[in-house]
């Protein structure tokens, strides 16, 4: 998992729409791994990468949402 996070965090880098979505793929497949660590990463995407409402949307909806509350 640490991998596709750090691949997702290189393809942030790009600002390409494809590439964030890449980036937000990877971490949906995890979700079962998540930690607290975990969600700093993609949460930091918010201010680092995402560029657009549907990527927010998603990452939102599909991948943080998955933390419990008390993460």
Same mark, same amino acid.
């Given at each position: 998992? =640490? #991998?596709f996070l750090s &691949?997702? /965090? &290189?393809? &942030?880098?790009? #600002?390409?729409y494809?590439?964030?979505s890449? *980036?937000?793929? @990877?971490?949906? %497949? @995890?979700g079962? %791994?998540y930690t607290?660590?975990?969600?700093q990463?993609?949460?930091g995407?918010?201010s *680092? #990468? ?6 927010? =949307? +998603?990452l939102? *909806? /599909? +991948?943080l *949402?998955?933390?419990?509350?008390? +993460?």
């Amino acid at each position: 998992m =640490d #991998g596709f996070l750090s &691949l997702g /965090e &290189l393809l &942030l880098e790009s #600002g390409k729409y494809e590439e964030a979505s890449f *980036s937000i793929h @990877f971490a949906k %497949q @995890f979700g079962e %791994q998540y930690t607290g660590e975990t969600f700093q990463r993609p949460g930091g995407w918010l201010s *680092s #990468g995402i560029r657009n409402w549907g990527h927010t =949307d +998603v990452l939102c *909806s /599909e +991948v943080l *949402s998955r933390f419990s509350p008390t +993460v």
